[in-house]
Every structure is written in C-alpha cells, then in structure tokens.
C-alpha cells in the first residue's frame, strides 16, 4: 500500500494559456513551491488543463486547498486536490 503524499496536488480546469511558472507564482502566495508543472500534451505542446503543484509542508498544501479549490481563473473553476498515486497497469 503507498502512502499519499499530502504536498503534492492536483490542480484541474487551469485555462489553456497557464503554463508552470505562473501556477508557482501563483501558488506561491500561500507557501513554499517546491515544483510546479502544466501537462502538456507531446505532439502540440498545447496545456492538458491540469498541472500537479507540491509544497513543502502539509500545512502549505492544506492552505492551497482552502483557498483554490473552487477559486475562478480566466472564467474557469479550479479543482485543487491532494493528488492520487498513479498506479501502474498490471501485466496480463
């Protein structure tokens, strides 16, 4: 079983146009940003909508919850939660 890692979240429904280090400087208000990115997608190079932001405390990362989760941006809501492990596929 994985233990969640509570600094790092999952940031959904970003605008188009943000890129990695506006969501750090962003995020940045209310704690230490240790990385920050915006999924891209490989062949345009064009943003996924979401991005994953990890802060160097819980307590930076509980904050970001409370304050962007559901906060609007460019018209859009964001959905700002701890971020879930990624599970490998398993062989069949």
Do not use: C
Not at 20 to 25: A, I, P, S
Not at 35 to 58: I, M, P, Q
């Amino acid at each position: 079983m994985t233990d969640i890692n509570k600094r790092k979240l999952f940031v959904g429904n970003l605008p188009w146009e943000i890129r990695g280090d506006q969501l750090r400087d962003m995020f940045s208000e209310v704690g230490q940003v240790t990385d920050a990115f915006v999924s891209l997608y490989k062949d345009t190079g064009r943003s996924r909508g979401f991005g994953f932001v990890e802060f160097a405390t819980d307590e930076d990362a509980a904050k970001a919850i409370e304050k962007f989760h559901g906060f609007e941006l460019d018209g859009r809501r964001l959905q700002v939660n701890v971020a879930q492990p990624k599970f490998d596929k398993q062989p069949e």
